[in-house]
């Protein structure tokens, strides 16, 4: 079993940046899937960008070289750095561990003002 912790939101402006952690209870090490999700009002839950066991990203083309997703294996953290940030960014984000289980975290708000 694994929980998972979102820290790191919050509001700013258009062209910003945040960086979101997701504190994982245990090792990721032989974790297959780690991702982040949003989830914005009135809209599905959607991909934004995930990192597998091999250390391979890939990124929703909405965020693609705008945000850059990382992980500390020695911390047991994934990290989404979010640059140039867009109000249509806005939306509540969420960490997910997949190995096979799926595991979500409670989401962090990301409210971006134009």
């Known amino acids: 079993q694994v929980q998972l912790v979102e820290s790191g939101g919050g509001l700013v402006q258009a062209g910003g940046s945040l960086r979101l952690s997701c504190a994982a209870s245990?090792?990721?090490?032989?974790?297959?899937?780690m991702g982040w999700y949003r989830q914005a009002p009135g809209k599905q839950r959607e991909l934004v960008a995930a990192?597998?066991?091999?250390?391979?990203?890939n990124y929703a083309d909405s965020v693609k070289g705008r945000f850059t997703i990382s992980r500390s294996l020695a911390r047991n953290e994934v990290y989404l750095q979010m640059n140039s940030l867009k109000p249509d960014d806005t939306a509540v984000y969420y960490c997910?561990?997949?190995?096979?289980?799926?595991?979500w975290g409670q989401g962090t708000q990301v409210t971006v003002s134009s």
């Open positions: 997910k561990a997949q190995s096979p289980v799926t595991y």
């Open positions: 990192v597998t066991s091999d250390g391979s990203t």
């Open positions: 245990r090792s990721i090490f032989s974790i297959d899937f």
